[in-house]
């Protein structure tokens, strides 16, 4: 059957208008039109990974509806290729469908407030139940944070620190986590901004059954890269019209209002017109590099020039504004909001906030320092940072 | 925005091998560096290989007019040769400025096809007589006027590559308004005085006319629109060149990173230089995509050209200055000596990013050109 035929019958079979919307997406999943680069019977048809889009276009011109991928971003991008990769069959099964449908939200429970450029350096620990019998329990203890959707999520994939007794890279090991297990805690973590966008887990005596473990014991690093491979991939975005960014609001506040306007703010306006474009015309010819099949290095500067940016202009915005500029975003509410969003909108929110949440944009998904390092050692070419902490036991490691 | 190809052509890259071999056997730096105090201060047999042999004079002129029939994109690859290399040419000048000077009067003047025949087979050297720092928003100079017998006087300062020049495009006002006089370079009455050039490998020459005699090519809207096409490709194939100077400025500097010991490790190991590093190189990359964007427009006579080249210089030159200013101080007192070519490379920077208006200058352009007005 060729893709087309597979929508028609889809379509034919489950009429968008009158089914409902999880039967739907199962009903997708189940006939390969889910992910068509992923295997058959997994959501897939093992098909090239471009063809999806068509499948996309096709069901959203027919009315369907979509798994609302922005709220399922992290099991979408991170924790699927994760799974695919490393899980056994068994959890393939089980985990990828509601994954894909929605039913079931992930997060990551990754960072810690001890661990976040040295990832591998995280010390929560998963032991044993029973001393070290092969598939027993794992009892897990520790503190993750950075967690976007804990509070909403049924799993997580967790990396936890297995053995002490060995470099930190080799003592990790990966599982899946149950967010509903009563020893997992999630508080809300209010961001600078106000709003809490991410949370607090607190993992005390979490149970997790061996059979919910990704890839073998100690090989939780090896399995990790697969998941933060994912996440810069993810991290692209997609082409930008000329003034599309924060730039563009700024560019539309000069032009209405003229009484803003100074000689100095008008030559600063200008050189952040010209970085924003300059940015811009570089994702543009990187698209044209990755088109060509050529990808280059280009992308990893990409999130450096974008956070420089983003926080440069948007720190000039409220200065432009003045007085205004005292005020903060929803100051008609008389107080800081404590929203919960799950999404970052830029162009929705006032100055303030976009001057505030832009200081996670050097910090959030690697802080623009590591970029820099990796940029000079694998691009350049650059000596490698000198590495106290390589041959040393973890548990040996200054904490 | 039209999807305006920013990639090199594989033609592109095997004309940029073929400049950068003949530049590399014939133009290293130290032989720059030796030639550039001396009294011949361009490398006139270099210039006649890359220009006639090469036929890199001949690339964006048209083939009905004896050219390769190529565009200023090719033109542009070219100049980010000549700009790694520093090389003592005058491809900028004459290739790109005067030859866009004519190609723009076209045969609507007298003279222009064999002009540009003549150009394309590098058998002249053309330089317009304009201020190196002339902008292509200004107005029409007044500098050189004609008296009652057709005849031009005045003064024009700072004229790069002239001194080399067998022609002048001279922009002067008539009774009846703007024009553009062909004047041969050793006519009598003009007086060309070399001055001593920040910019080393581009000499620049102040000057004086009393009452030389020229052929008009060009008078009114023609003789302005021409002079502000020669000024804005000049500025576009300009930024191709800053992109060169500043990847030789970040190769020189990331080698002497990688070698250079002290305290007993590489100097490169230090974040407090690596990440400048990494930072130029980034700066870079996007410098290429703007250089080649403001190529590409030109070359493509596209709308969006002004944008493109007010872009350029406001970028490029910043790009240019900053890596030649990083190369200085990454390779510390070794970079400050005048047997290193760190200089050279700074200088030509320096003067780059004045030639053909200041960064500031582009912002204001562009201020106009997409709506964010002065206050």
């Known amino acids: ?399 | 925005m039209s999807p305006v190809a920013l990639l090199y052509s594989e033609v592109e890259d095997d004309l940029r091998a073929s400049v950068r071999a003949l530049l590399a056997d014939r133009s290293p730096w130290n032989a720059v560096l030796a030639r550039c105090e001396t009294d011949q201060p361009y490398d006139t047999a270099l210039w006649k290989s890359l220009a006639a042999d090469l036929g890199c004079a001949s690339l964006a002129i048209p083939e009905k007019f004896g050219g390769a029939g190529a565009s200023w994109r090719e033109a542009a690859v070219v100049a980010e040769e000549v700009g790694r290399a520093v090389a003592p040419v005058p491809f900028l000048t004459s290739s790109v400025m005067a030859t866009a000077a004519v190609l723009a009067l076209g045969e609507a003047a007298a003279d222009a096809g064999e002009l540009l025949d003549r150009l394309a087979a590098g058998r002249v050297t053309v330089v317009l007589a304009v201020p190196f720092s002339y902008a292509p928003d200004a107005a029409f100079p007044e500098a050189v006027r004609t008296d009652e017998a057709g005849r031009l006087s005045g003064a024009v300062r700072s004229v790069a590559d002239s001194s080399v020049a067998d022609l002048l495009l001279v922009p002067a006002v008539t009774e009846d308004g703007p024009a553009l006089f062909v004047v041969e370079a050793d006519a009598e009455g003009l007086k060309r005085d070399g001055v001593t050039s920040l910019d080393l490998t581009r000499p620049l020459a102040d000057l004086a006319f009393a009452g030389v005699g020229g052929r008009q090519l060009a008078s009114g809207d023609a003789a302005v629109a021409a002079l502000s096409h020669a000024l804005r490709v000049g500025a576009a194939v300009l930024a191709s060149e800053q992109l060169g100077i500043a990847e030789a400025c970040l190769e020189l500097s990331v080698g002497y990173l990688k070698t250079r010991h002290q305290f007993g490790r590489l100097i490169g190991s230090y974040q407090g230089l690596k990440h400048r590093a990494a930072d130029l190189w980034a700066s870079v990359a996007q410098a290429r995509a703007v250089a080649r964007y403001a190529a590409a427009c030109v070359a493509d006579d596209d709308s969006d050209a002004p944008v493109a080249v007010a872009l350029a210089q406001a970028y490029c030159s910043g790009v240019a200055v900053r890596a030649a200013e990083e190369c200085v101080q990454f390779h510390g007192g070794i970079g400050f000596t005048w047997e290193h070519p760190a200089h050279l490379y700074l200088k030509r920077a320096k003067s780059a990013s004045i030639a053909l208006g200041t960064a500031a200058r582009h912002r204001a352009a562009l201020g106009q050109l997409v709506d964010l007005p002065a206050a």
């Not at chain 1, 539309?252 to 803003?260: N, S």
């Not at chain 1, 990409?302 to 200065?319: P, T």
Request: hydrophobic content about 40%.
């Open chain 1, 1 to 399: 059957m060729s893709l087309h035929e597979r929508i028609k019958a889809l379509l034919e079979e489950h009429d968008p208008a009158s089914t409902p919307r999880t039967e739907f997406l199962r009903a997708r999943f189940d006939a390969g039109l889910a992910w068509v680069h992923f295997p058959v019977g997994l959501g897939g048809l093992d098909a090239p990974r471009e063809q999806q889009r068509i499948v996309d276009e096709a069901l959203a011109a027919a009315g369907a509806p979509d798994n609302d991928p922005y709220r399922i971003g992290i099991g979408l991008g991170m924790a699927a290729p994760t799974i695919l990769a490393h899980g056994t069959d068994e959890q393939r099964r089980r985990f990828l469908r509601p994954l894909w449908t929605g039913e079931e939200v992930w997060c990551q429970l990754f960072s810690e407030p001890g661990a976040g450029s040295d990832l591998a350096g995280l010390a929560t620990k998963a032991v044993r139940e029973d001393g070290s019998d092969e598939g027993s329990d794992w009892i897990v203890t520790g503190q993750k944070v950075w967690t976007s959707m804990a509070h909403e999520a049924r799993w997580a994939i967790l990396i936890a620190r297995t053995d002490p007794s060995v470099p930190k890279h080799k003592g990790l090991t990966y599982f899946v986590c149950d967010m509903t297990d009563p020893g997992v805690e999630v508080r809300p973590l209010r961001q600078l901004t106000g709003e809490a966008e991410f949370n607090e887990v607190f993992l005390t005596g979490v149970r997790i059954p061996d059979a919910h473990r990704l890839g073998p014991v100690g090989a939780g690093w090896a399995v990790a890269q697969t998941t933060l491979m994912n996440e810069r991939v993810a991290i692209g975005g997609g082409a930008q019209p000329r003034e599309g960014g924060v730039i563009g609001v700024v560019a539309q506040a000069w032009r209405e209002r003229p009484e803003l306007r100074t000689a100095a703010a008008h030559d600063a306006l200008l050189d952040l017109w010209v970085q924003a474009e300059a940015a811009r015309l570089t994702a543009t010819r990187l698209r044209q590099q990755l088109a060509a099949g050529h990808p280059g290095p280009e992308g990893s500067a990409a999130k450096l020039a974008f956070a420089r940016l983003n926080q440069e202009i948007s720190g000039f915005e409220v200065d432009l504004l003045g007085e205004e500029g005292l005020r903060y975003d929803d100051w008609s509410s008389d107080r800081w909001t404590t929203d919960r969003p799950t999404t970052v909108d830029f162009a929705g929110r006032g100055a303030g906030y976009r001057y505030l949440r832009a200081k996670g944009n050097s910090i959030e998904g690697g802080t623009s320092e590591i970029l820099r390092n990796i940029i000079a050692e694998r691009v350049l070419g650059l000596p490698p940072e000198i590495r106290v902490d390589k041959d040393v036991p973890w548990k040996d490691l200054a904490q």
